[in-house]
């Protein structure tokens, strides 16, 4: 059956050097020589894969642009279909004129992720390494860069591969001896199956805490800075931001509202809120940003509690350290540029990081680094291990436990193999699916919803 040829501009639309419109499928490199006329006279069809010629775009038999097109030909191409780049100027008109002399010979527009799920559904791609594209393209840090890239390169793919083999292998064996008595089989015995469930169950197990530290490194933490006015909260924001984002004075209190800012804090990004000083007062306006900031403290992932070092502590310093927990936050003692005045004993009796730093200078900031790297679990992150990167390859790790826990159980219950065959089985099941070796068309259809057109 002949797929139907699809196209999309590829490249963001704006104004840029160039602009990529793909077209993939059976029909692409005959759809394109009625668009693209080469220099040299050469047909596209006549040219062989990896190789890309200089031209014209035609519509209605007028050049519109100047074009280079790029031949692959199945299945050495991005979809594993024949695919035509045509790379021409990278204006929206452009992009927009060339594209839609493409569909007017006969391509149809490119759905969201259609490349991508093309490429999948080719065997290019597993599962798992086409939501990498995805991660890739929305990457806001190196550190989330790096991890996407790896999967994209199979390194989730190969640690689920591994545990998946064995399982299978276990099966199989299972399967033949139960099955075939009569057959000189190996005797599965319950220890071997024993071992098996409970060496699958503490890989997925480590495979499942890679699930937190990826989310961490992929969405970043809600942040909030807290502390009573004039510690050196905006001082400090700016530090991180690397610019003057929120005004500094000597005046307490002006920093009023909740300013979120988006920062990177030793490859972590942390969208970051100064608040205003926690303590009472009368200002109304103030009181406002006071209420939000309490609310604040105990809903988001990080808490930065500054703390003057030049002065002894307060009650306004007492009332805050009673409202910290030591689950999420970061004590910074601030100013240590100055006389220090501050005993620091009752901050490190509560809370187990605490730091000391010169927000003005920038003293202390590797600490502060290695201190959120800490707190967010992200110390010893290792991507090229293969990461959990969401919710649908969670789900599926979670299930593949479950089942192997039933196995086990089965096991352990006494019930013959056939039972824990049985699980065994749903097991490999939600291993494939992770894979999207076994998967629904709507897990499938969902995936690739999220991408972009063009993708
Ligand atoms: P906020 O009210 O907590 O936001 O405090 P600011 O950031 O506005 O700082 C209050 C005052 O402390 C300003 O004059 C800052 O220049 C000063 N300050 C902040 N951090 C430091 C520091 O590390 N060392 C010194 N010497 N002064 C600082």
Redesign the pocket.
């Known amino acids: 059956m002949k797929s139907t040829t699809i196209a999309a501009i590829s490249t963001a639309q704006g104004e840029s050097g160039i602009g990529v419109i793909r077209v993939s499928g059976d029909e692409a490199i005959e759809i394109c020589d009625r668009v693209f006329k080469a220099v040299s006279g050469k047909k596209l069809s006549e040219m062989k894969g990896y190789s890309a010629a200089f031209g014209h775009i035609y519509k209605e038999n007028e050049a519109i642009d100047e074009c280079v097109a790029t031949v692959f030909r199945n299945p050495k191409s991005y979809t594993g279909e024949d695919v035509v780049e045509l790379s021409c100027h990278g204006g929206i008109y452009i992009t927009r004129e060339t594209l839609r002399a493409v569909l007017e010979q006969g391509a149809s527009p490119a759905q969201a992720g259609e490349f991508t799920k093309r490429a999948f559904l080719n065997g290019k791609l597993d599962l798992t390494e086409a939501e990498a594209v995805i991660d890739i393209i929305s990457a806001k840090s190196k550190n989330a860069a790096r991890a996407a890239l790896y999967a994209k390169d199979g390194a989730l793919w190969k640690r689920t591969e591994a545990i998946k083999n064995k399982l299978v292998t276990t099966a199989a064996h299972l399967s033949a001896w139960v099955d075939y008595p009569e057959e000189d089989i190996e005797e599965v015995t319950e220890e071997s199956l024993r071992r098996v469930f409970s060496e699958s169950i503490e890989e997925l197990d480590r495979l499942l805490k890679t699930y937190d530290a990826g989310q961490t490194v992929k969405e970043g933490i809600d942040t909030v800075?807290a502390?009573?006015?004039?510690?050196?909260?905006?001082?400090?924001?700016?530090l991180l931001a690397g610019h003057d984002r929120?005004?500094?004075?000597?005046i307490?209190?002006?920093?009023r509202d909740i300013i979120v800012e988006t920062v990177l804090v030793g490859g972590i990004m942390l969208r970051l809120s100064?608040t205003a000083?926690i303590r009472d007062t009368g200002d109304a306006v103030e009181k406002i940003g006071v209420e939000l900031a309490k609310n604040r403290l105990e809903n988001c992932g990080l808490v930065l509690a500054?703390f003057?070092?030049?002065k002894p502590l307060d009650e306004n310093d007492l009332s805050l350290l009673e409202k910290l927990d030591a689950e999420n936050t970061i004590a910074i003692i601030?100013?240590?540029?100055?006389e220090s005045k501050l005993d620091s004993s009752p901050i490190e009796n509560k809370l187990n990081d605490v730091i000391r730093?010169?927000?003005?200078?920038g003293?202390g900031y590797t600490e502060l680094e290695k201190a959120v790297a800490r707190l967010a679990g992200t110390e010893n992150f290792n991507p090229s291990e293969g990461i959990l990167a969401n919710e649908r390859q969670r789900t599926a790790v979670i299930n593949a436990k479950q089942s192997l826990q039933n196995a086990l159980d089965a096991l352990n219950m006494g019930l013959t193999f056939d039972a824990a065959e049985v699980d065994l089985e749903n097991a490999i099941e939600s291993v494939c699916e992770l894979t999207g070796e076994r998967v629904s068309e709507v897990v499938v259809g969902n995936v690739f919803h999220n991408f972009c057109v063009g993708k």
Request: proline residues 5%.
């Open positions: 800075i502390g009573k006015p004039n510690t050196g909260k905006s001082t400090l924001m700016n929120s005004i500094v004075t000597d307490p209190g002006t920093t100064d000083g500054v003057d070092d030049s601030n100013k240590t540029d100055l730093i010169s927000a003005k200078n003293d």
